[in-house]
């Protein structure tokens, strides 16, 4: 049972325009969502997260909406940079235990 | 930053011997420590959550026996696949939370083939 999805398995974006990653869930006791990118053969690296009290989180080209009717989030990325091209998980806990539930995965391609 | 250092990044073992991977947290103390296994184009799948000082908790299909998880100090977890086989042979990454709770910092990977 997939709680997390990412349906898109790969994203291919021109350099300075927007990526947006998109992410469902399915579990609604989950209240604090994470996204990390990944490069093969390396952990995954935190980008950005955002609790379930809020429905937008800004950090410099990243930003996370959440829409908790939707059991959605998105990632926007924004200029996109050929730098970001990676694997980009999405991931979900719930409160009271710390279990991080991945989404499958996008593969993001920033081309020039 | 937090960082955790995991070893070996690679490994190749025969089929039937047992192989540890070591995670270790080195700049903090790391309370709770998850371990990770992620197939080629797949998610990471949680495999089983470990606090200092006590049995690891797995999840279901995982195979404690097999996998074994030992935490025995704030900084230093470690994962022992026994008997591996082929079927084994996968990505394995642990992350690490600290005492307070923010957080989690991942490893970078232990890459494990089995032959």
């Known amino acids: 049972d997939q709680q997390v999805k990412q349906n898109s398995p790969s994203l291919s974006v021109q350099e300075g325009r927007i990526s947006i990653l998109n992410c469902d869930y399915t579990?609604?006791?989950?209240?604090?969502f994470l996204w990390y990118k990944k490069y093969p053969a390396e952990g995954p690296t935190f980008l950005i997260s955002?609790?379930?009290?809020?429905d937008k989180n800004e950090d410099g080209r990243f930003t996370v909406f959440l829409n908790k009717s939707a059991k959605h989030l998105s990632l926007h990325i924004v200029p996109s940079q050929p730098g970001d091209s990676a694997v980009y998980f999405c991931?979900?806990?719930?409160?009271?235990?710390?279990?991080?539930?991945f989404g499958t995965g996008t593969r993001l391609q920033v081309f020039p | 930053g937090a960082v955790v250092s995991q070893h070996p990044s690679r490994v190749i073992c025969k089929s039937g011997t047992s192989v540890k991977i070591e995670c270790r947290s080195l700049?903090?103390?790391?309370?709770?420590m998850f371990w990770y296994r992620q197939f080629p184009k797949q998610s990471l799948m949680l495999m089983a959550t470990?606090?200092?000082?006590?049995?690891?908790?797995?999840e279901q299909g995982v195979e404690k026996d097999k996998f074994l998880i030992n935490h025995a100090s704030l900084t230093l977890s470690t994962l022992t696949v026994t008997s591996a086989h082929p079927e084994d042979s996968s990505f394995y990454i642990c992350?690490?939370?600290?005492?307070?709770?923010?957080?989690?910092?991942f490893g970078s990977g232990t890459r494990l083939t089995v032959v």
């Open positions: 992350s690490a939370r600290d005492i307070q709770g923010v957080g989690y910092t």
């Open positions: 579990n609604s006791m989950f209240d604090y």
């Open positions: 955002i609790s379930s009290i809020k």
């Open positions: 991931a979900a806990s719930r409160y009271n235990t710390d279990k991080l539930i």
């Open positions: 700049d903090f103390q790391a309370t709770t």
């Open positions: 470990s606090n200092e000082g006590s049995k690891a908790t797995y």
